[in-house]
C-alpha cells in the first residue's frame, strides 16, 4: 500500500486496515478501494444535480487517485429525457476511476451502434420515457440498434451491463432499457453483470449495480496486470482541474453560489410565499402561479430546470383507503423512520392512487383472485381497467381476507417526488422559484379524482406553509449559449413556465436575440396566462413576436400547430437563420401534433421530401436547436 495512513485515523483503526489490507488479493483490494470511494460520497451526484456550483471535476481527481497507464478503459454511454441518466453516469465514471480504471462518459446520442464494437468494456445507462419509448435524443440511436441492418455488428469480444431507469407505475416498465440489453447479447455481447431495473426512486438500485460493475470489472483488471491496482489511499499530485474558460458571449454570468446541502436525499423545507389564480371567473380551469422562498438554502437554478415538490396525500384519499382496507390508521408500523402510525405513513410516505400491473401483480402474490388473474392475462382488459382507476379500486374490486397495515404497505410504493418547470429567473427573483401548476380534478369510476402533488400545493399549502423541494437539473432544455440566437417557443397552457423564465433571463442579460412565442388556452378572456406580462416583454422588446391559439373562442378549434403552420414560410426563415426551436407541454398530444406541424414547415417551404424534413429536424436536435420539455 503507497504512503502512509492519514492522521485522521487511529492508531487501533490503523492496526485493523493494515491487518486486513495484508489478507486482501490485488482484486479484493480493488473492489474495496471502489466500494470505500462510494460509500465515502454515495450523496455525491444527487448534492451536484441539486446545487447550482460549476461543473464538478474529473473523476479521478474527485477520488484523489490517477489511472495507471495500463488502467482498462471503460466506456459509460447514457440516454437522458430529464437528466437523472447523465448524472448517474457522471457518478458511475467517479465510482469506476476510484477503483482504478479509465472510464469515458459518452451520449449516446452522439453514437451509432457499431461504435460498441470498438469498446472492450461498456456500461449504458438508459431511461424509459412515457409509454416504453426511448428519450427524445436517443431515438435514432435506438432505431438503428434494433433495425436488422445493425445485425452485421459483433460485440463477441465487448463486455457490458445495463442500467435501465424507468417508473413502475407505467406497464412498459424500463422497456428502453430491456431492448437495449436484449440486443447487445443478440451481438454477441458478454454481461459484465445483470441488469439493473431501477424505480423512480433510483439511488439504491443504482449503487447495487455500479457496486457489480466494480467487482466484476476488478476481475478482469487483474487478469489484465500482474501490478497490484492503485487502492483508495493512493495520493494523487494532480490538482484539481482549473475552470473552464468563460464563452466569449457577452452574456453576463450569474453570481457563483456556494454548493448547497440540500438535495433529493436532503430536501429543503422551503416557504411558500404567494398563490395566485391565473384564470379568470368562468374558466373552466384552475391554474396556479406559486412563489417559493429558497431563503437559507444555497440552491441555484437556471431556466430550463424543474423543482421537485415532495408532497403529500390528501386526508380525504387517505382516509377512503383506510376504510376499503378495514384498517385502523392509528395502528403503529417499523418505518424507516421509526415507528410510525399507518395513517402517517400513507400521507407522507407512500403513493395511495397509482394502479400499475406490477401493484395488481403483488396484490395477487399475496391475496390470489381467479379474476385478478384472468384481468392479469388479458392485456387489453387491463389496459382497460387502469385507466382511470386508482388503488382505493383495487382493495374494493379484489377484496383480501384479514389484510394486516404490513401487507398493504408491503404492496405500495414510495411517493415519488413531482417536477415542474420552473417559472422564473433567479436573476429576475433573487432567492425565490416561481412555479405554474394546473390543479388536476376529475370524476372517474363513479368516483371524484385529484392530482396528489397539484392540489396538494392548491388545496393544503397556504403562504407561510413549508414544502419539502430541490432542484432538477435539465442540461436538455437551454437557453443557447450565445444570447443573439433567436428562439422560437411554443407552450400552450401550463407549458408556457419555462418561457416565462427564460423572457425574463433574456430581459435580465440584454440578450438581443429574437424571440418568439406561440401560447394557447381555451378562452382568451379567462385563460390568457400571464397577459400583461408577456405584453409588457412586447412592449420592451424582450419579445418580439406572440401568436395566440384559444381553441375554444370559435366554433371551429384553434391550436398552437395551427398558428404555426399559418406562419411557416416565417418559422423556416428563423430555423435558417439559426434559430433553436423549443416545446412544452403536454406530450400525448400537442408534442406530437407540434412535432408534425414542424416537419410540414420545413417540407413546404423548404421544398423537401418528408424524409428530408425529418432528417433536417434530427440535425437540428442534436445540435440542440431543437428541445422539448414534454410531460
Request: net charge negative; aromatic share 8%.
Amino acid at each position: 500500500m503507497q504512503g502512509n495512513f492519514p492522521d485522521i485515523l487511529t492508531d487501533d483503526q490503523k492496526e485493523q486496515l493494515k491487518k486486513l489490507t495484508d489478507q486482501l488479493s490485488p482484486e479484493q483490494r480493488f473492489w474495496v478501494s471502489g466500494y470505500l470511494t462510494g460509500r465515502g460520497s454515495s450523496d455525491s451526484f444527487d448534492s451536484a444535480s441539486s446545487s447550482g456550483s460549476s461543473p464538478a471535476p474529473t473523476a479521478a481527481s474527485l477520488a484523489g487517485t490517477r489511472p495507471s497507464p495500463a488502467a482498462l478503459p471503460i466506456s459509460i454511454y447514457y440516454g437522458t429525457e430529464s437528466g437523472n441518466s447523465e448524472t448517474l453516469a457522471d457518478e458511475a465514471a467517479r465510482r469506476l476511476a476510484a477503483a482504478g480504471l479509465a472510464p469515458k462518459v459518452k451520449n449516446l446520442a452522439d453514437h451509432v451502434p457499431s461504435d460498441f464494437a470498438k469498446d472492450k468494456h461498456l456500461v449504458i445507462i438508459v431511461s424509459t420515457w412515457g409509454e416504453g419509448d426511448p428519450p427524445d435524443a436517443v431515438v435514432d440511436f435506438h432505431t438503428a440498434l434494433l433495425n436488422d441492418s445493425s445485425d452485421g455488428i459483433s460485440l463477441n469480444e465487448t463486455k457490458f451491463s445495463v442500467c435501465a431507469l424507468g417508473d413502475t407505475s407505467y406497464e412498459q416498465f424500463c422497456e428502453t432499457g430491456k431492448q437495449v440489453d436484449t440486443r447487445l447479447e443478440a451481438l454477441g455481447g458478454i454481461r459484465l453483470t445483470e441488469r439493473e431495473d431501477c424505480d423512480v426512486d433510483y439511488e439504491d438500485s443504482f449503487d447495487a449495480w455500479i457496486t457489480r460493475v466494480v467487482t466484476s470489472m476488478a476481475a478482469d483488471l487483474s487478469k489484465s496486470s500482474s501490478a497490484p491496482p492503485p487502492t483508495a489511499f493512493t495520493e494523487s499530485t494532480d490538482p484539481l482541474p482549473k475552470e473552464e474558460e468563460g464563452s466569449s458571449s457577452s452574456q453576463t454570468e450569474a453570481p457563483r453560489a456556494p454548493t448547497s446541502v440540500f438535495s433529493k436525499k436532503n430536501p429543503f423545507p422551503a416557504t411558500l410565499t404567494e398563490s395566485v389564480l391565473l384564470n379568470g371567473t368562468g374558466s373552466a380551469k384552475e391554474t396556479l402561479h406559486l412563489e417559493i422562498s429558497l431563503t437559507g438554502s444555497d440552491l441555484t437554478y437556471k431556466p430550463g430546470d424543474a423543482l421537485a415538490v415532495i408532497p403529500k396525500n390528501a386526508g380525504d384519499v387517505v382516509d377512503a383507503l383506510l376504510r376499503a382496507s378495514g384498517l385502523d390508521g392509528t395502528a403503529i408500523i417499523e418505518a424507516p423512520a421509526g415507528l410510525k402510525s399507518l395513517r402517517d405513513l400513507l400521507v407522507s410516505y407512500f403513493d395511495c392512487t397509482a394502479v400499475s400491473k406490477n401493484i395488481l401483480k403483488k396484490w395477487q402474490a399475496i391475496f390470489p383472485s381467479k379474476k385478478l388473474s384472468s384481468l392479469l392475462d388479458d392485456s387489453s382488459s387491463l389496459s382497460e381497467y387502469l385507466h382511470g382507476r386508482q388503488i382505493v379500486d383495487m382493495i374494493e374490486d379484489f377484496p383480501a381476507s384479514d389484510l394486516t397495515p404490513e401487507q398493504l404497505i408491503s404492496v405500495l410504493r414510495k411517493l415519488p417526488p413531482r417536477l415542474y418547470s420552473i417559472a422564473s429567473s433567479l436573476r429576475a427573483h433573487p432567492e425565490e422559484v416561481h412555479l405554474t401548476v394546473a390543479a388536476v380534478r376529475y370524476h372517474s369510476h363513479d368516483r371524484d379524482r385529484k392530482g396528489v402533488a397539484s392540489t396538494f400545493l392548491a388545496d393544503d399549502l397556504k403562504p407561510g406553509d413549508q414544502v419539502l423541494v430541490y432542484l432538477h437539473h435539465n442540461k436538455n432544455f437551454k437557453l443557447p449559449e450565445d444570447p443573439a440566437t433567436p428562439i422560437i417557443m411554443v407552450g400552450p397552457g401550463t407549458g408556457i413556465a419555462p418561457f416565462r423564465a427564460f423572457l425574463e433571463e433574456r430581459a435580465a442579460t440584454s440578450a438581443d436575440g429574437a424571440s418568439w412565442l406561440f401560447f394557447g388556452d381555451q378562452h382568451y378572456s379567462t385563460d390568457f396566462l400571464y397577459q400583461l406580462e408577456l405584453q409588457g416583454f412586447l412592449k420592451d422588446g424582450t419579445l418580439d413576436r406572440l401568436d395566440l391559439a384559444f381553441s375554444r373562442d370559435q366554433k371551429n378549434k384553434i391550436y398552437v400547430q395551427h398558428r404555426m403552420l399559418e406562419r411557416g414560410a416565417e418559422i423556416f426563415q428563423w430555423l435558417e437563420s439559426g434559430a433553436c426551436f423549443y416545446v412544452c407541454g403536454d406530450a400525448e398530444r400537442m408534442a406530437g401534433d407540434v412535432h408534425e406541424a414542424l416537419i410540414e414547415i420545413i417540407a413546404t417551404h423548404g421544398g423537401r421530401t418528408r424524409a428530408s424534413a425529418e432528417a433536417y429536424l434530427a440535425r437540428m436536435k442534436k445540435k440542440k436547436r431543437y428541445q422539448r420539455d414534454v410531460y
